[in-house]
């Protein structure tokens, strides 16, 4: 009888499965079937011509608006851009951009590429590629422009602080390095910094510093992961098996289904398992940045130092779609030995009205322990076991370094000063009020929210623009002073920001790591830190 009740129920359980599988899945089928129909007709009957990849990649990209940010779908322009981020690998010229209507700005210039070796600058606009002038062609297509097969010739013309300039060059082969720089800091203490988790790449990067700096002496290690986005879990794995043993857990995954739920652990032999280590991290430290110091801070297996990571604890693979597409889904969550989830924002609960997202934070924090008995948390990103000391961003600073401002600046002092001597350069509070005039008198990127809504109030009152217009002004300016005092409140991390980027654009990225390593001082407090063990073991041992 008892056999007989639990068939009876496991039937009831198998038919309910599959009728609510049928139910999804003609829901789908519907969802779909609506959309070619509107397709369809729209394509017979608008009285315009339309595009249809550009309607479907809008219609796809709108769709997926209302889900995290990291699910995305790549038209097959998209697709060459998302795998050059993934491997590091592709036929370019050797610089970072961003693009405007006018052409494809240079954000970076890489030493030694093509671009380096052409004279190109960072600052510089790339306004015609081979007679194609930019700013005819949608933005999309831009970043096609500069890249092909290693040997391509290219001619362009480059707009220089008002100055037209042609340089020819040619496409070369561009691997970026996500370890741009280690060294010694002192007889007994080496700095790695690592930029991204390319695939493989990081994992080589880091192990071959590494070793050479132990080579060289190495007894202690500030590891920077600062401004770190992320990148390949399996690089992040393996990073942090250089300094815990081989069958240690590093972090599980857990997924709506079953194939995208797994525990990750340790598989090789580690290179060193006593070595003392500080690792940085800062509010931009995301994903596979977290993984590595939330792993080690729950061994006890390094200080964290810094301030608060970025708090991204998502997992996306990506998905090969039909005709050359992509995307890429956010498949499960991930948590971290001690069983903490560091994800900040709770997108599942979007206010579909504001469009504001919660924080886990906001609720009740879960306690857990490190293998030591430390106390940590869950409930948004890694917290360090030593904050560095700064001021706490205001919400116009988060604007201003989402705008372009501090990038102008940069490009405006770069030109005024051409052969400034950077090896000691100090941004003093001096050029820090150089920069505040700056946003005043000439800025136009940094535009605060309350500039915005009174700009568009006053588009709007087109019947008493003449009217008001001194008033208008007036009011502007108060707007603007009032945003750079707040900006002003974060001195501190702004000078050192803009030191950074100055001395970055003379000497290159390895220059500027060179000065950090000189000049930083959340540097200059891990390797005080490691000089301290009895301080250094007492936080691990808390």
């Known amino acids: 009888m008892k056999n007989r009740t639990t068939l009876f129920l496991g039937s009831l359980i198998i038919i309910s499965l599959f009728f609510s599988f049928q139910s999804r899945f003609f829901e789908i089928a519907k969802q779909i079937e609506i959309y070619n129909n509107l397709f369809k007709e729209l394509n017979i009957n608008y009285v315009d011509e339309i595009n249809p990849g550009g309607l ?25 851009d998302a795998r050059i981020r993934r491997e590091g690998e592709y036929g370019g010229i050797g610089i970072s951009t961003f693009y405007v209507k006018k052409g494809i700005v240079i954000s970076e210039v890489y030493q030694g590429f093509s671009a380096d070796k052409a004279g190109l600058k960072t600052g510089d606009i790339i306004t015609n590629v081979n007679g194609q002038e930019l700013a005819t062609l949608e933005i999309n297509q831009y970043s096609q422009m500069l890249k092909g097969v290693p040997g ?93 043993p081989k069958g240690l857990k590093v972090v599980d995954t857990r997924g709506k289904i079953q194939k995208n739920s797994r525990t990750y652990k340790t598989n090789r ?50 998905f090969d779609l039909s005709y050359g597409t992509q995307m890429k889904i956010t498949i499960s969550k991930y948590y971290t030995p001690s069983g903490r989830c560091i994800q900040e924002l709770d997108y599942a609960n979007r206010d579909p009205k504001t469009g504001r997202v919660p924080k886990f934070s906001e609720d009740t924090l879960n306690e857990f322990t490190t293998q030591n008995g430390r106390k940590v948390y869950d409930g948004g990103g890694v917290n360090p076991d030593v904050t560095v000391n700064s001021s706490k961003k205001t919400e116009e600073t988060d604007e201003l370094l989402q705008s372009k401002a501090v990038f102008n ?89 803009i030191e950074d980027e100055i001395v970055k654009r003379y000497v290159y990225s390895k220059g500027m790591y060179k000065h950090q390593l000189k000049n930083d001082k959340t540097i200059q407090q891990a390797t005080a830190l490691l000089h301290d063990p009895k301080k250094y073991n007492s936080i691990l041992n808390n």
Not at 174 to 182: A, E, I, S, T
Not at 269 to 292: G, K, Q
Request: avoid cysteine.
């Open 56 to 80: 479907t990649d809008k219609a796809i990209k709108n769709t997926l608006k209302n889900l995290d940010p990291y699910t995305n779908f790549f038209n097959e322009q998209d697709v060459e």
């Open 269 to 318: 032999e580690p290179l060193d398992t006593e070595i003392p280590v500080v690792i940085l991290i800062n509010d931009r430290s995301a994903s596979a940045s977290e993984i590595v110091s939330g792993a080690l801070q729950d061994y006890d297996r390094a200080v964290i130092m810094g301030t608060r990571s970025y708090g991204k604890g998502l997992v996306q693979r990506y």
């Open 152 to 244: 391509k010739e290219l001619s362009l013309k480059v707009s220089r602080n008002g100055t037209v300039l042609n340089i020819n060059l040619k496409l070369d082969k561009v691997v970026l390095d996500p370890v741009p720089f280690y060294d010694m800091i002192d007889a007994e203490t080496g700095y790695i910094v690592l930029t991204r988790f390319i695939s493989q790449k990081a994992t080589e990067g880091v192990t071959k510093a590494f070793n050479e700096l132990k080579e060289k002496g190495m007894k202690k290690l500030v590891f920077d992961l600062r401004y770190n986005p992320g990148g390949s879990l399996f690089d992040a794995i393996n990073i942090t098996n250089i300094f815990i």
């Open 409 to 497: 600046f940069v490009t405006n002092f770069t030109h005024q000063n051409k052969n400034l001597a950077v090896e000691n350069y100090q941004f003093t509070s001096s050029n820090f009020n150089s920069f505040k005039t700056y946003l005043l008198e000439k800025d136009t990127a940094f535009v605060s929210k309350e500039e915005a809504l009174f700009k568009n109030a006053f588009k709007e009152a087109s019947n008493s623009k003449n009217i008001i217009k001194t008033e208008y002004n007036s009011i502007i300016q108060k707007l603007k002073k009032e945003k750079v005092a707040k900006i002003a409140l974060n001195e501190d991390i702004l000078s050192e920001m």
